[in-house]
């Protein structure tokens, strides 16, 4: 009776890590949110294992699908956000903007700040509003999604300039969806400022890369 009763508990307690898996980490880059879900899948997976088969062999292959689940299970890629991607591929066309599918099957739009504000600006250049725009209408096509919008900057400057600077644009991207009709309560923002650069602030080329928007859209499994 006892041995059953551990096993429930540490059943749910694995249950409980899973479903944690699929909470979004706003404030991580995409392979730090792919790399926590899958450990921590990892780690439920484990423990789901030896509730239930007791031995090594059921322990390792519910780590294995565990890292899977965690890694990967938490969101949805439909033909709705097939269809949604190629809309904003055509509309990225000659804009720098960079439209892909990220490991975790979200929709991930990179806008260069450079193309979409002026120097130390957080108000959105005109040239910008044709790929927000599009993006708002396949939102409203789809509105099983959520969006998560990041600023972030180069390293010039100090926090105290480009942390303010990296959330009012992503403040600024939100606000021009809500103008297009999007509901605000399905977009969070948030500013990391240098905190999280893609390539070496030590040249212009990569200064320029870190200076950018992300978008991300998700859409739940259910």
């Not at 090594?56 to 949805?76: D, H, K, N, P, Q």
């Not at 720098?96 to 975790?104: I, L, R």
């Not at 103008?179 to 400022?193: D, F, L, N, P, Y």
Request: charged content about 15%; aromatic content about 4%; some cysteine.
């Amino acid at each position: 009776m006892k041995k059953a009763f551990t096993s429930l508990t540490v059943a749910a307690t694995a249950a409980a890590l899973l479903a944690g898996c699929a909470a979004p980490a706003g404030n991580m880059t995409q392979g730090q949110h792919v790399g926590v879900g899958a450990g921590v899948g990892a780690v439920a997976g484990e423990l789901l294992g030896q509730a239930i088969g007791h031995d090594r062999e059921s322990t390792l292959i519910g780590a294995a699908a565990g890292a899977v689940l965690g890694a990967g299970g938490s969101y949805l890629w439909s033909q709705q956000m097939q269809q949604q991607k190629a809309a904003m591929e055509q509309a990225a066309q000659g804009t720098g903007v960079q439209v892909s599918q990220t490991a975790d099957n979200r929709l991930r739009i990179n806008i260069p700040a450079d193309a979409s504000f002026a120097t130390g600006s957080a108000v959105l250049n005109r040239n910008i509003y044709p790929v927000l725009e599009r993006l708002a209408q396949t939102l409203q096509q789809n509105p099983n999604t959520t969006v998560a919008i990041i600023g972030h900057t180069d390293s010039t400057g100090s926090d105290a300039i480009n942390n303010p600077l990296s959330q009012n644009r992503a403040n600024a991207a939100m606000h021009y969806l809500v103008s297009k009709g999007v509901a605000g309560q399905r977009i969070s923002t948030s500013g990391m400022g240098a905190s999280q650069p893609v390539a070496s602030n030590a040249t212009e080329a990569g200064r320029a890369q870190n200076r950018r928007v992300e978008i991300y859209v998700a859409e739940r499994t259910r």
